[in-house]
């Protein structure tokens, strides 16, 4: 019943804070809409229809979807041979491992072809960052305090406390090298 409350919640504020992530980050220009991680990965929102063109040119070729809240604009996606990757988690709620697995699987993917992945929930900064910070920390060879300072280096607006999340505490210590 928590999770059914939960996602009823998530649904019922995504617009607003939606709104709330284009004003900081398009208005004010406070954040950025995405931040390069690395040379592969890009961490950012949810992209427009009016990003996918500059993604594509950035060299984007696959794209991961954390919003259970909206699928994105797949058609555009495919019009610019893009690779959808469609991993729903509920808003204000961490991936569970299973999804981190699944995130940290793809990213391999695109990084073993030398091509950049864009990863996404709707503002960048707890969903899909999470999935980046497991990345970093198992495959990147980064600690969680290295990862967590690189990840707050580059896209400033990240959550502060990834690495305490249960999920990811579990993600690491099954997966580290």
């Known amino acids: 019943m928590l999770k059914k409350i939960k996602a009823f919640n ?10 709330w992530t284009v004003f900081l980050s398009r208005v004010l ?18 992209p427009f229809s009016s990003d ?6 950035t060299g984007v070729r696959g794209i991961i979807n954390l919003c259970v ?3 994105g604009p797949t058609a555009l996606y ?3 041979d893009i690779d959808y990757h469609y991993l729903p988690t509920v808003d204000f709620t961490c991936p569970d491992v299973q999804t981190i697995a699944k995130g940290v699987s793809i990213i391999r993917k695109y990084r073993d ?10 503002a960048g900064r707890g969903r899909s960052a999470t999935i980046v910070f497991c990345w970093l920390v198992c495959q990147g060879n980064y ?3 290295d990862a967590m300072k690189l990840l707050l280096s580059k896209r400033h607006q990240v959550n502060r ?17």
Not at 10 to 19: C, D, E, N, S, V
Not at 29 to 46: H, K, M, P, S, V
Not at 52 to 57: N, P
Not at 162 to 173: D, G, I, K, M
């Open 10 to 19: 998530a649904y019922l504020l995504f617009y607003p804070t939606l709104l």
């Open 29 to 46: 220009n406070l954040r950025n809409w995405w931040d390069e991680i690395d040379e592969f990965i890009i961490l950012g929102a949810i």
């Open 69 to 71: 809240e909206s699928s």
């Open 143 to 145: 600690s969680m305090e």
């Open 113 to 122: 072809k030398d091509e950049k992945v864009y990863i996404h929930c709707k």
């Open 52 to 57: 996918v063109r500059a993604l594509h040119e």
């Open 78 to 80: 495919k019009k610019y």
């Open 161 to 177: 406390k990834l690495h305490q999340r249960e999920q990811v505490r579990e993600y690491v210590t099954l997966n580290s090298n």
